[in-house]
């Protein structure tokens, strides 16, 4: 789908070029896009790399098992039936903890892991979509990819939009796990 959605941008934008006579201003509007991409994608690879590197030896330090045990409550809330030995609630946990430290990317790929543990559980149709509202609407203590953004578009103080960051994400998880929790208690009342 996005592939179609990429391609109508790009025909309209050739279209409306063509029609205004400005293709010169438009084919150096792409270069000039893709040269910030790049540098964009080179900014962020550096911490992210770094992070991710946290990540693994965290998992084979064996800190993994200690954020675990810390959020087990949380999560057990969340997703109650799920035995808390389990890999999926291991992955869930390494998970949150990525997006707390405001990793989206080093998050994402543990998501997609504990989306293929979950199909083995009964509650499957109420566990994806929580643990897709939690990626979504992560609540980020250290908002880092946000900050080296900012650092590389020339901010002073990178650091300044960590309060604003935790208020509205923590907002956006509660009213996110809510919205879950009713439409599936819904769901199960109507069965």
Not at 75 to 100: H, K, R
Not at 119 to 143: E, H
Request: hydrophobic share 45%; glycine share 6%; with cysteine.
């Amino acid at each position: 789908m996005i592939n179609y959605i990429i391609t109508g941008f790009f025909l309209v934008s050739f279209l409306l070029s063509a029609i205004k006579g400005n293709a010169s201003d438009l084919s150096q509007s792409l270069l000039f896009s893709s040269e910030n991409a790049v540098k964009l994608v080179i900014g962020l690879s550096g911490s992210m790399a770094l992070w991710g590197g946290i990540m693994q030896v965290a998992n084979k330090s064996g800190i993994t098992k200690a954020i675990t045990k810390a959020l087990k409550k949380p999560v057990g809330f969340l997703f109650p039936a799920l035995p808390e030995d389990s890999e999926a609630f291991q992955t869930i946990c390494m998970n949150i903890t990525a997006n707390l430290l405001g990793l989206g990317n080093a998050a994402t790929p543990l998501g997609i892991k504990a989306i293929k543990q979950l199909k083995m559980y009964k509650y499957t149709y109420s566990y994806i979509p929580m643990l897709v509202v939690l990626n979504t609407s992560s609540i980020q203590l250290i908002p880092i990819t946000v900050a080296t953004l900012r650092l590389n578009h020339g901010s002073q103080s990178p650091w300044d939009c960590t309060l604003p960051i935790l208020v509205v994400s923590l907002i956006s998880v509660i009213a996110g796990c809510l919205a879950v929790s009713v439409l599936y208690s819904n769901r199960s009342k109507n069965r």
